[in-house]
């Protein structure tokens, strides 16, 4: 027989089964029993948390006649049927693959008839975010006029994506990422089964690393059984879940603890770049601080508990003052916080690792930790700090604020709070030579640009993006005010973008910062200055942004019909810079 995945194997095939969503499934459950089912749900959470199983095991369910307190009998034919994906009114769609329209048209024709089989027809729609503005429409129109007998289950990894006017049809349900101890707990039972010994710190590895992911764990768990004899021992989980990422926790809390701001920051963009999530970061930082206090308090205990205890660990937990851990885990739960409702977790990242490396003790280091030749360079880098953290406050006051009402209202007018003057005679002579070309070759190189500037920079500008191009002038766009006003007084930074791009693109474009608020605008206002030279607008275009497209959906029908010039300038703008160079 062919060697399936464990994750197959051993997916939950009722509502007790799926680990870690007890109070999820018992809702579910009950909801059946009392027959009071919803026509739509929408399942949100992290990848590997139980959304699609949970989806069949609900499928079955509500079509079992065997059905016992809500949970499927999983013997008879339809449960049966369900469950090996051939019964006709169980209909699974992966968004990610079928996105277009015409799948949704067919799903809302299809769904007009009673099913065939079973009692109920159920459509489960997975990644659901990833349908065209098109198919969200037309799934619009099936939930806004529910067919008899027919549920939708859509589940997603991006909540954030889905128009509003499709979750306020759906009864919602959030997922958690699943308990380290769960994890655990569920391997070792699945070992047993299968009578494959094991060491139990090994199963601790992995759970960490799977990050509150059911399916990940066991497809780890799956490769240490591939490449160990006989036991899953603790050598075998680490060598599969790369021990790395602790060498590179190691390395990026010793340099914050000696207080090298520059090698922090460099050790999290490598992080970060390997492809570690921000918040998840933030949650291993918290666990690494609360081991070292742990450790110096109860070595042993944690020693059995964690099991992977590197030298420079014990190294750092025997130098570290209790007091200075106490002042890094104050800082990065702070930081959780903030960055719990930001699309920009990484700078709040960049902030916190200069304050966790600044917060250090100059008395409790010795001066050889202390990298002599950086002391100049830290000097800077913490007035940098200052200037950062009152940033972060303003930031907290105006600009997260201004982010997260920016979905519902997308014709907000910008806030007169700004102090930035913005340099619209700059930008409008970059405009006059700017054509598309000269923006996407400059878009090509952005990232290599970004390799090229120091560690600071690059934090700079990681939250911009150039915006139009000509052969003498860049337009860059910055996503806070802040940092956009820094950058302008940057000479710095100014010139080593200048020089960097001469060598990439050929020619040397001087760069002109404004805020990512103040584009619309003032793309806008130069459209409009230039109107008679150009007529055709806004045809031929392509959509911008998926964001940019969703939050056009969102608005009210009638609405849209009076801006259409206004919204088509907003959406299609970058493009039309084109159009009045042709
Ligand atoms: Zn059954």
Request: hydrophobic share 40%; glycine share 4%.
């Amino acid at each position: 027989m062919a060697y399936q995945a464990l994750y197959r194997v051993w997916r939950s095939q009722r509502f007790d089964d799926v680990v870690g969503q007890k109070a999820i499934t018992q809702t579910l459950k009950n909801a059946i029993v009392q027959q009071k089912t919803s026509h739509a749900y929408l399942f949100t959470g992290p990848r590997g948390t139980g959304k699609t199983s949970a989806a069949k095991i609900f499928a079955k369910a509500i079509n079992c006649k065997h059905s016992v307190d809500g949970e499927p009998c999983n013997e008879c034919e339809t449960c049966i049927a369900i469950t090996e994906g051939r019964l006709n009114d169980v209909i699974e769609i992966d968004a990610a693959s079928n996105n277009g329209v015409e799948e949704i048209r067919d799903i809302r024709d299809k769904a007009k008839y009673a099913p065939t089989q079973a009692e109920y027809k159920v459509y489960i729609i997975d990644e659901v975010h990833m349908l065209s503005t098109g198919a969200f429409n037309a799934l619009l129109k099936t939930l806004e006029e529910p067919p008899q007998n027919v549920i939708f289950i859509l589940a997603t990894t991006e909540p954030h994506k889905i128009p509003l006017t499709i979750i306020s049809r759906t009864q919602r349900f959030d997922f958690k990422r699943i308990g380290t101890q769960d994890i655990v707990d569920h391997m070792a039972y699945i070992l047993k089964q299968i009578n494959v010994d094991f060491e139990e710190q090994a199963l601790y590895v992995i759970g960490r690393a799977a990050e509150g992911g059911m399916r990940d764990a066991l497809s780890i768990l799956d490769q240490t059984i591939s490449f160990s004899d006989e036991k899953v021992t603790l050598a075998d989980a680490m060598q599969v879940t790369g021990s790395l990422t602790y060498e590179m926790m190691d390395q990026y809390i010793s340099s914050c603890a000696t207080g090298d701001v520059e090698a922090a920051l460099e050790t999290l963009e490598s992080i970060l770049s390997s492809g570690k999530e921000a918040r998840r970061f933030l949650e291993d930082l918290l666990l690494y601080c609360r081991d070292l206090l742990m450790f110096q308090q109860a070595p042993k205990l944690l020693a059995e508990k964690v099991g992977h205890l590197t030298d420079r660990f014990k190294e750092l937990a025997g130098q570290t003052a209790a007091e200075k851990i106490y002042q890094m885990i104050q800082i990065l739960s702070e930081t959780q916080n903030d960055i719990r409702f930001t699309n920009n977790a990484n700078i709040y990242l960049e902030v916190a690792t200069v304050k966790l490396a600044k917060s250090v003790n100059p008395v409790a280091i010795s001066s050889e930790t202390a990298p002599q030749a950086a002391t100049e360079d830290i000097a800077a880098l913490q007035q940098q700090i200052e200037h950062l953290q009152k940033e972060l406050i303003d930031l907290k006051k105006n600009g997260v604020a201004a982010k997260e009402s920016e979905p519902a209202k997308p014709t907000r007018t910008v806030s007169n709070k700004s102090t930035l003057r913005i340099p619209t005679e700059m930008v409008y002579k970059v405009l006059n030579e700017a054509t598309k070309d000269h923006l996407l070759n400059v878009k090509n190189v952005w990232d290599d640009l970004l390799q090229m500037m120091s560690v600071t920079q690059r934090a700079m500008l990681k939250a911009s993006e150039p915006v139009a191009a000509g052969p003498k002038g860049l337009v860059i766009a910055f996503e806070y005010e802040i940092v956009c006003g820094r950058a302008m007084e940057d000479e710095e930074l100014q010139l080593a973008v200048h020089n960097n791009l001469s060598r990439l693109v050929n020619y040397a474009p001087d760069m002109v910062c404004i805020t990512k608020e103040s584009w619309p605008k003032l793309r806008q206002s130069f459209i409009h200055q230039n109107k008679d030279t150009s007529s055709e607008q806004s045809t031929n275009e392509q959509p911008a942004a998926d964001e940019n497209h969703l939050l056009a959906d969102e608005q009210p029908p009638q609405e849209v019909n009076n801006q259409v010039v206004d919204e088509a300038i907003a959406i299609f703008g970058s493009e039309l810079v084109e159009v009045i160079n042709d």
